[in-house]
């Protein structure tokens, strides 16, 4: 059982249960598991458990700390109640137990601030952001916002949000694209082999490791999936589909093999490979116009195609 799972079951057993008995409360709450955690992309196994692994789930509100606020939100008493109602359930569940929480909760799970965790994944209280504060957040942040499950949401608090967040404007994902793009032509297309002639390998695997980093980012911008964590990049980029799956295959070689004479030219040999795959997608997605090998050129193509005037305007690398 899996960290989904295993917070989905614990909310059918109890967590309704829970919600129902406080009927002045329930439309103004929605429960699931959303935010930080592997648990919340599907992306937790055995070793996962080591840390932030509990039976449990979160309810997403907004809380009025002045206590007279809109409708919707709650007053400071009612959260206390809620977080107390949250406390009492029990504690142990198919083999995992809770650990002891603070009555006023705080971690993970429990009773989250809507509001705070919005400001904390994207800068502001309500997920209402401009063309440019798209194109700083994080998309790993967005990906807290948007991913994982909500189980409950009667009263449409936290629904509207996450779908208004489910993916990037099409001109900052352009923006964005166009950034990788250049990033991947400077490190793989030209610094490489220079820095192997020069007699630099730390330099060129570094080269390698800028190449496969933005490339793995702008699989994700094609595939129109926000790039989580680092640490799960890989993961993500392989479930995306075969192309995608292939590509991490030849990306996870370029950063994990030397650089003699030998494995250099073959890696040479990936870099070219990888980047024509990806020309060939943007031609396939009518992002570019350019006709050629050269990286570069495809991403002030794409950059030119981003239709905010403002947006198109700034530094080429801005979204990156």
């Given amino acids: 059982m899996n ?7 614990y909310f059918e057993t109890y967590g309704k249960a829970m919600l129902a008995a406080l009927p002045d409360l329930e439309n103004r709450v929605a429960a699931g598991l959303a935010g930080s955690g592997s648990e919340c992309l599907g992306y937790d196994d055995d070793i996962s458990q080591d840390h932030d692994f509990e039976p449990g789930f979160c309810l997403f509100a907004f809380v009025d700390e002045e206590g007279d606020g809109t409708e919707r939100s709650l007053s400071r008493r009612e959260a206390f109640a809620l977080e107390r109602a949250y406390a009492k359930l ?13 009555p006023v ?3 993970r799970r429990g009773l989250i601030d809507l509001a705070e965790f919005l400001r904390n994944t994207t800068g ?6 401009t063309l440019e504060d798209w194109l700083r957040v994080p998309e790993q942040s967005l990906l807290e916002v948007s991913g994982g499950q909500i189980f409950a949401d009667p ?4 629904t509207p949000v996450r779908e208004k967040l489910a993916y990037l404007p099409e001109d900052v994902r352009r923006k964005k694209l166009a950034g990788c793009l250049l990033l991947m032509a400077q490190a793989g297309q030209y610094n ?8 630099e390998t730390g330099a060129a695997q570094l080269a390698c ?14 595939g ?3 790039m989580p964590y680092y640490k799960w990049s890989f993961k993500s980029l392989r479930s995306m589909g075969p192309f995608y799956e292939e590509l991490a295959d030849d990306l996870e070689g370029l950063i994990s093999s030397g650089n003699d004479a030998e494995t250099a030219e073959s890696k040479y040999f990936v870099i070219e490979d990888v980047a024509a795959r990806i020309i060939d997608k943007l031609m396939d997605a009518g992002l570019t116009e350019a006709n050629c090998g050269d990286l570069e050129k495809h991403a002030y193509s794409v950059n030119d195609f981003v239709q905010d005037a403002g947006l198109r305007n700034l530094h080429i690398l801005s979204g990156v």
Avoid: Q, V, W
């Avoid at 960290?3 to 079951?9: D, I, S």
């Avoid at 502001?124 to 952001?129: E, R």
């Avoid at 009263?155 to 936290?158: E, L, S």
């Fill in 192 to 199: 490489y082999t220079r820095t192997i002639r020069h007699g």
């Fill in 224 to 226: 129109k999936k926000y």
């Fill in 105 to 107: 909760g705080g971690g």
């Fill in 209 to 222: 490791f800028t190449f496969a980093e933005n490339a793995i980012h702008a699989a994700h911008l094609l």
């Fill in 124 to 129: 502001t209280p309500d997920g209402n952001m």
């Fill in 90 to 102: 029990p504690k142990e569940f198919e083999g995992f137990k809770r650990p002891m929480m603070s």
């Fill in 3 to 9: 960290g989904m799972e295993l917070a989905k079951a």
């Fill in 155 to 158: 009263g449409n608090i936290f």
